[in-house]
């Protein structure tokens, strides 16, 4: 089976690893933030960080939100730095896909020894 934007997550996921590398489990989801950002247009790929999107509720604005980092118009990318995923935080990146009507995201935590990515597909 083929992975729809495979290509583009395993850049994200090359960056995600480098940023890890070099700095390491600690800091805040903020820090790893920048340095991602910093790490994906280095290599060419198109990113908006702390994009903004509107969330609407039968058709009417209700609200907006903002995605960690939004790749290639393509790919929702939720950071985090916590001891373990947890079902909320599948389900958290399930409803920004929606908002942005879109289907593949990827949950990083970059709080672990070893980096904890995985891929969130909104059918």
């Not at 996921?13 to 390491?24: C, D, M, S």
């Amino acid at each position: 089976m083929t992975l729809e934007y495979k290509d583009i997550t395993d850049k994200i996921i090359g960056a995600a690893i480098e940023v890890h590398k070099n700095l390491g489990p600690g800091f805040i989801e903020s820090v790893y933030e920048k340095a991602l950002v910093y790490q994906l247009r280095k290599i060419g790929l198109k990113v908006k960080q702390q994009f903004e999107s509107s969330i609407k509720y039968d058709k009417i604005e209700v609200g907006h939100h903002r995605l960690d980092i939004f790749v290639e118009d393509k790919i929702v990318v939720e950071l985090k730095a916590v001891k373990k995923f947890e079902d909320v935080h599948y389900a958290i990146v399930k409803s920004y896909l929606k908002a942005v009507n879109r289907k593949h995201g990827l949950l990083i935590n970059f709080s672990r020894l070893t980096l904890q990515v995985k891929r969130v597909i909104c059918e």
